[in-house]
């Protein structure tokens, strides 16, 4: 692991010194390739890297650790730092129905995800909302209302031919009148680079105000996870951000890339496919794992 | 690179965040960096463009090892098995490759042997009315091998000419899940000599250096004999192919180009890095 490949580079550098520019190069060069690795954004490693030689350049080489182990803890602190140290739960401030939406990418885990926050909702002691504005996908809104079925939570029932951000309004008005506090709005997955689709989205943000728009991504994205968060955050704004399917073996470097390059907080982890599988965001795991 | 005059760091440095910026990985990508300075230090070439042409030609002969398009021998039927994680596009390649095979006048039944995934069947059966092709499902929660078995059966029965199945997305990592797979692989080739004839991966372009992870654990698991790329309609590139070629010989045979049923290609090499590149 990276630790090793360290503790190999500094291995002669004795208790006193201290970690110079030349001792650090092998060091950045070794980090970076694991963060690549691990699906970090070529240009958010680069950065990274500087900010770590420059908390590194001219430390004292303590003598209760070793150069390597010193320059692991300095990477997982920076790494800490930039995902977020304190986790943020979601905004639930001003008068209800306040609405959530997820959106994202197609098959990054809207749909389950939008149950599981209803249901960490309603165990909150809320009454949320369950609706679905996906009429494009083949059994989508048959989809979310089998999972809210299952919840015992509430779901909107779109009427046929009811465009996406009409069926969000009805769906606010409905929950205002009946005693719903929280919308939480499943958007049909779309491609950043979709004009009408990220334009849809702008209309049912006009039509709802959401209190929060969440980025679903999915953990084991690439390197192009950094231009799709940043055009979602561009054209929609993105508040915060979920990062699903930590349960696989993706490094999840996705997650500093996305943090990175739109400054919003990683708020849940999705941790599995069953709806109680979601966790609250916590960046010390979530460094060690990028770091491997 | 177009408008670069000579070779020098900065343009090597450039081919390599291309290479890295389309997921083609830190190893493949360092690789092909050392061979392009090989070149130049040899003088075999001291032009921008010949420089990138030899690049080109280096990633299409890792590729082109794997570029076999599917051929749907006549069997009666040709049984083809679709895996891979959640998400990826599994349910709605398997639409449009129904719709393809029907097109070409081929007979198709479907299996929904995903009876594990919230309204996965009723997903399949729209696709199956879509593409002509009939589906054949259990009620919910039922064992997949069961639907599989009786897809199986009906498909002989009818003569059909092409049976796909669809199983339900899974972390490659859990091992109980994988034994569901294999379960169901065992089923089918204990009906039909060499069957399933095709056991075909689906990937996802925006996925990064997991699919390494996928591709080799599925292969362990079962065999794959296929893979299909989706999503090449986004911004993605899908360059982890290229790691995965240089690894393993596993046909590429598809990529998804976008959500409807007319969206499927056949996997082309010099089209694949010419979208890299
Ligand atoms: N293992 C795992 N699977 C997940 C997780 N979250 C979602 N899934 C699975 O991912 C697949 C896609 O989930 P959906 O909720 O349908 O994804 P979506 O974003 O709504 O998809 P589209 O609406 O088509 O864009 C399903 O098989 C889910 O069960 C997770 O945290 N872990
Ligand atoms: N843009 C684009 N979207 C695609 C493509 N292929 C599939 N999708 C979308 O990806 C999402 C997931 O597709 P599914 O077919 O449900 O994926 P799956 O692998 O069967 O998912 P699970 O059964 O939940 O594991 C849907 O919204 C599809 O429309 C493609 O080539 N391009
Ligand atoms: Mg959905
Ligand atoms: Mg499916």
Known sequence: NLTDKLSLIFKDLRGYGKLSEKNIQDALREIRMSLLEADVNFKVAKNFIDSVKSRAIGREVLGSITPGQQMSKIVHEELIHLLGEKNEGLRLAGSPPISFMLVGLQGTGKTVTSAKIANLLKEKGRNPYLVPADIYRPAAIEQLHKLSDQLKIEAYFPREHEKPSEICRNALDFAGNNGFDTLIIDTAGRLHIDEALMEELQTIKEETNPSEILFVADAMAGQDAVNVAKKFDELLGIDGVILTKMDGDARGGAALSIKAVTGKPIKFLGTGEKLDAIEEFHADRVASRILG | ?277
């Open chain 2, 1 to 277: 690179i177009a408008s670069k005059k000579k070779i020098d760091d900065q343009l090597l440095e450039e081919l390599e965040e291309i290479m890295i910026v389309s997921d083609m990985g830190v190893q493949v990508t360092c690789g092909l960096i050392e061979k392009m300075k090989n070149k130049v230090k040899k003088g075999e070439v001291d032009q921008p463009e010949i420089l990138k042409q030899y690049l080109r030609d280096e990633i299409y002969n890792i590729l082109d090892n794997n570029d076999k398009n599917l051929e749907v021998s006549a069997r009666s039927p040709f049984v083809i098995m679709v895996i891979g994680v959640n998400g990826v596009g599994k349910t709605t390649t398997i639409g449009k490759m129904a719709g393809r095979f029907t097109s070409g006048g081929k007979s198709v039944l479907l299996a929904a042997a995903d009876t594990f995934r919230t309204a996965a069947v009723e997903q399949l059966q729209i696709w199956g009315n879509r593409a002509g092709a009939e589906v054949i499902s259990h009620p919910g929660g039922s064992d997949p091998a069961a639907v599989v078995f009786d897809a199986l059966k009906a498909a002989q029965s009818r003569g059909t000419d092409v049976l796909i199945i669809d199983t339900a997305g899974r972390i490659h990592t859990k091992t109980n899940l994988m034994e569901e797979l294999k379960k169901i692989k065992r089923i089918v080739a204990k009906e039909i000599v060499d069957a399933p004839h095709e056991i075909l991966l689906t990937l996802d372009a925006t996925t990064g250096q997991n699919s390494i992870s996928q591709v080799k654990l599925f292969d362990e698991a079962l065999g794959i004999t296929g893979i299909a790329v989706t999503k090449l309609d986004g911004t993605s590139k899908g360059g982890v192919l290229v790691a995965i070629s240089g690894e393993m010989n596993i046909p590429f045979r598809y990529i998804g180009i976008g959500e409807k049923i007319e969206d499927l290609r056949d996997f082309n090499a010099g089209e694949f890095i010419d979208a890299i590149l």
